[in-house]
């Protein structure tokens, strides 16, 4: 069986938590806080960082180099779309959330608010969570402009471009900083992969220091 | 043909340059400052990025995207690798280049001192600066450590896990921020990489307003 080493809170964890779940691939999952097994994390990938998927003696880090394995060696449905055209523009919106939205947004709001307090005892940098609050709106005109167009963001099938964004914008969700009632073409998305089989174990997770805000997993928000 | 939209000194657009020329692709490539033409790029990219390739009504935007697109669609060997595994331990360097590695070095020192200047004629900001330089060096000795257990990063063959380390190194190495003599290990590597056919072109580039050091296109460095 495959084994999953995942911080419940973190973005990329997430990311393949909900492709192992579209994929209906049975998983041992273990969550911990990454970082208190630093040193012990370097055995199995020397950034010292989760997710760290394993199957059988092969270990896989690393989110999209994991996603791409599970694309590659096991059966179901490919998340990232058929057509080679569509594949690339799966990737494209991976990476546009992976590194563009973590670099706006997510590391300016989520690493502030809650990787410093949980791993560094500090206070956040106001200013940087206000820069992420103000960055926020265009990519959820993003996502809603991409969604009018399609029944997923890229296309008419959920891949992994809905996956990694929906991880990012849930940990985000979780502290209660998505402004959706401004855009109601990226809530009708989000509502929408919020109420998938996948989500649910998501919605269920809770940090024993840091409470989510009361709509967390209400999927009428 | 294939066409390729790059800036010379950008390390994802030189990512993409090394595997087009590994591959023994043609392609059409036209270089540009991105900067000065950001709302014609939006067409193509809407992250308003290089590097963009067009092949025939297609256009693949995100370096990785690109080259994962290549390794789909057009023939000759693979620079992934052909076992999943291999491949999974390619795609973990390349994430470690393109995402810790510009996180820890090429942000702190590339973006500063040639990206702020050609694009913002601004200053760098020297504390950054020197925050790139001290974390340069563990990323050095992880290449020797690598390299001194393969004849390649990701293995006995070449990768995508080489080009992408090299081509973030060569924009550093550039501006003469590559402490090589320090780390003759990884020099090694470098010198390897350095003097194949495909990186011929990286080394002719020349930005009109900044020079490279004098060693940039020497292959005895």
Same mark, same amino acid.
């Given at each position: 069986m495959l084994k999953l080493l995942h911080f419940p809170l973190c973005p990329y964890s997430r990311k393949v938590r909900l492709a192992l779940a579209e994929k209906e691939l049975e998983v041992a999952a273990e969550a911990i806080e990454?970082?208190?097994?630093?040193?012990?994390?370097?055995?199995?990938?020397?950034a010292g960082e989760v997710p760290i998927l394993e199957d059988r003696s092969r270990v896989i880090c690393d989110s999209n180099a994991i996603v791409e394995y599970l694309e590659e060696t096991q059966r179901g449905h490919s998340l990232l779309g058929k057509e080679s055209s569509q594949r690339a523009e799966t990737r494209r919106l991976i990476a546009w959330f992976d590194k563009k939205f973590v670099h706006e947004v997510t590391d300016l709001i989520w690493r502030e608010k809650l990787i410093k307090r949980l791993r560094d005892k500090a206070t956040p940098d106001s200013a940087a969570v206000r820069r992420g609050l103000a960055n926020i709106h265009d990519h959820l005109d993003y996502i809603g402009h991409l969604f009018d167009q399609n029944h997923w963001l890229a296309g008419e099938q959920l891949t992994l471009a809905d996956?990694?964004?929906?991880?990012?914008? $849930?940990?985000?969700?979780? @502290?209660? +900083?998505?402004?959706?009632?401004?855009? *109601?073409?990226?809530?009708?998305?989000?509502?929408?992969?919020?109420?998938?089989? $996948?989500?649910?174990?998501? @919605?269920? +997770?809770?940090?024993?220091?840091?409470? *989510?805000?009361?709509?967390?997993?209400d999927l009428d928000f």
């Amino acid at each position: 069986m495959l084994k999953l080493l995942h911080f419940p809170l973190c973005p990329y964890s997430r990311k393949v938590r909900l492709a192992l779940a579209e994929k209906e691939l049975e998983v041992a999952a273990e969550a911990i806080e990454p970082w208190l097994y630093r040193d012990d994390l370097k055995t199995g990938n020397p950034a010292g960082e989760v997710p760290i998927l394993e199957d059988r003696s092969r270990v896989i880090c690393d989110s999209n180099a994991i996603v791409e394995y599970l694309e590659e060696t096991q059966r179901g449905h490919s998340l990232l779309g058929k057509e080679s055209s569509q594949r690339a523009e799966t990737r494209r919106l991976i990476a546009w959330f992976d590194k563009k939205f973590v670099h706006e947004v997510t590391d300016l709001i989520w690493r502030e608010k809650l990787i410093k307090r949980l791993r560094d005892k500090a206070t956040p940098d106001s200013a940087a969570v206000r820069r992420g609050l103000a960055n926020i709106h265009d990519h959820l005109d993003y996502i809603g402009h991409l969604f009018d167009q399609n029944h997923w963001l890229a296309g008419e099938q959920l891949t992994l471009a809905d996956l990694t964004a929906a991880a990012q914008f $849930s940990v985000l969700d979780y @502290l209660g +900083d998505v402004p959706w009632d401004k855009h *109601p073409a990226a809530k009708l998305w989000y509502a929408k992969i919020k109420s998938r089989p $996948s989500f649910r174990p998501l @919605l269920a +997770d809770r940090l024993p220091s840091i409470r *989510p805000v009361t709509y967390y997993d209400d999927l009428d928000f």
